[in-house]
């Protein structure tokens, strides 16, 4: 495998762990924050590089920011980046561990 590097790092920002993230821990698939400018192979390259695993798949999503509203003063969250890496069969990630 390719050795980890900064950008990697930079490229997998965080796991995002909830409950749906969870369930589909067990059908080998592992949720991710990442920059909105990543793209799928770079994403691929770097959950390959920074946790040894052979990934399969990536899928990609942008969730738009809220409009909220703190102490009566409107504004808008940022918009978040996600991408679920669906890994070969026999390679799992312990997201818990951190890197």
């Given at each position: 495998?390719?050795?980890?590097?900064?950008?990697?790092?930079?490229?997998?920002?965080?796991?995002?762990?909830?409950?749906?993230?969870?369930?589909?821990?067990?059908?080998?698939?592992?949720?991710?924050?990442?920059?909105?400018?990543?793209?799928?192979?770079?994403?691929?390259?770097?959950?390959e590089a920074l946790f040894d695993v052979k990934v399969k798949a990536v899928n990609t999503l942008i969730t738009k920011g809220k409009s909220?509203?703190?102490?009566?003063?409107?504004?808008?969250?940022?918009?978040?980046?996600?991408?679920?890496?669906?890994?070969?069969?026999?390679?799992?990630?312990?997201?818990?561990?951190?890197?």
């Amino acid at each position: 495998m390719t050795e980890a590097t900064a950008k990697h790092y930079d490229t997998i920002t965080q796991p995002i762990i909830t409950e749906k993230a969870t369930i589909a821990a067990e059908h080998n698939q592992y949720v991710f924050k990442v920059p909105l400018k990543a793209t799928k192979p770079e994403i691929a390259e770097a959950v390959e590089a920074l946790f040894d695993v052979k990934v399969k798949a990536v899928n990609t999503l942008i969730t738009k920011g809220k409009s909220k509203r703190f102490r009566g003063r409107p504004y808008t969250r940022s918009d978040v980046k996600k991408a679920m890496v669906t890994l070969e069969e026999g390679h799992s990630i312990d997201v818990t561990t951190g890197l």
